[in-house]
């Protein structure tokens, strides 16, 4: 089994500041990409933003200079700093990781259940 848990979503004024984790937990040979994708009501979801196991990192451009991913690859778990926070930054967060369960086995989807981040004007 694997597991990705999120924490730190909450309300906040527009403006403020949240940090988001996932920690990757379970049967883990090794993890590749690790991303935050997100959720509005009555939308798709969409990519917030990528990192790879290098540190190399992709952002949607609604969200460039004021979020910024990370990774710590030991404690298998990803961050998301955001800062400056706008109303139509709310949604739910969902973390994503490719990964590889056994030494053999090829890199696949694993999602977290969400996190709701409420951003209010």
């Known amino acids: 089994q694997v597991q990705l848990v999120e924490s730190g979503g909450g309300l906040v004024q527009a403006g403020g500041s949240l940090r988001l984790s996932c920690a990757a937990s379970?049967?883990?040979?090794?993890?590749?990409?690790m991303g935050w994708y997100r959720q509005a009501p009555g939308k798709q979801r969409e990519l917030v933003a990528t990192?790879?196991?290098?540190?190399?990192?992709n952002y949607a451009d609604s969200v460039k200079g004021r979020f910024t991913i990370s990774r710590d690859n030991a404690k298998n778990t990803v961050y998301l700093q955001m800062n400056i926070l706008k109303p139509e930054d709310t949604a739910v967060y969902y973390c994503?990781?490719?990964?590889?369960?056994?030494?053999?086995?090829?890199?696949?989807?694993?999602w977290g259940k969400g996190t709701l981040v409420t951003v209010s004007s």
């Open positions: 994503n990781a490719n990964l590889r369960r056994y030494r053999w086995s090829v890199g696949m989807d694993y």
């Open positions: 990192t790879t196991t290098s540190g190399s990192t």
């Open positions: 379970g049967s883990i040979f090794s993890i590749n990409g």
